[in-house]
């Protein structure tokens, strides 16, 4: 079955600096989405890749997916502390809609 | 254009009732998908549906839990004889069209079973 594995699992930053959040899967992916989601809320997409090598960018976050569909990273630069939350990155492996969550990497920002 | 909306927020049952756990698409989608966050758990596929049909339950558990989308009105996600296992957050997500697509996440309902 599909697998998500996200890492860090947790990560502390000082504001302004950059951080990276990975995502593997164990299998091709048809789509590689990624969401944020604050404590006790919803979920709120962020951006959906699907194509090799795609990178996609909307304000201070960049996500690509490597050329082989199977690794995807969401880059934030410059980290405020409206950036904090949990990052949850889903697949579509069957090409059926159907998402398969890692298991989120929360994310802190310190003033 | 307003999103998904779910409701209740929050829902409190005693052991043994009945939850139903509504849910609205945004407009212009056709597709609905619960998801389920148990505490301390990632979150789970459910169920998939269209209008008037279910097209992959493979992540509902086999008893106990159904789920529906009429051709008018919202979806609707039922637990009956629920117990404490079942206190989680029910997410409903909904999109476009059939194949990849944006998938847009609901505030979620909460509930809790005492």
């Known amino acids: 079955s599909q697998e998500l594995e996200q890492s860090p699992q947790s990560l502390i930053v000082q504001e302004g600096k950059n951080l990276t959040i990975n995502c593997t899967s164990s299998?091709?992916?048809?789509?590689l989405y990624w969401y944020k989601q604050k404590y006790g809320e919803g979920l709120i997409f962020l951006m959906m890749?699907?194509?090799?090598?795609e990178e996609k960018s909307h304000e201070k976050i960049t996500a690509k997916l490597d050329e082989k569909k199977q690794q995807s990273s969401l880059h934030i630069t410059a980290s405020q502390p409206s950036h904090a939350g949990i990052y949850l990155c889903?697949?579509?492996?069957?090409?059926?809609?159907?998402?398969?969550f890692g298991a989120g990497t929360i994310l802190r920002v310190k003033s | 254009n307003a999103g998904v909306m779910q409701n209740p927020r929050h829902l409190v049952r005693r052991r043994g009732q009945e939850a139903r756990l509504r849910c609205s698409p945004m407009?212009?989608?056709?597709?609905v998908y619960w998801y389920r966050q148990l505490p301390e758990e990632g979150l789970k596929f459910m169920v998939y549906?269209?209008?008037?049909?279910?097209?992959?339950e493979s992540g509902m558990p086999k008893e106990r839990f159904s789920a529906e989308f009429p051709k008018e009105g919202p979806s609707i996600l039922r637990i009956q004889q629920v117990v404490r296992g079942d206190s989680a957050a029910y997410f409903c997500?909904?999109?476009?069209?059939?194949?990849?697509?944006?998938?847009?996440f609901g505030p979620g309902t909460r509930l809790t079973v005492t």
């Open positions: 890749l699907q194509k090799g090598g």
């Open positions: 997500a909904s999109s476009q069209g059939q194949g990849l697509g944006e998938q847009y």
């Open positions: 407009k212009g989608h056709s597709h």
């Open positions: 549906l269209q209008k008037e049909n279910i097209i992959d």
């Open positions: 299998k091709t992916l048809y789509g």
């Open positions: 889903g697949a579509d492996a069957t090409y059926g809609n159907k998402l398969v």
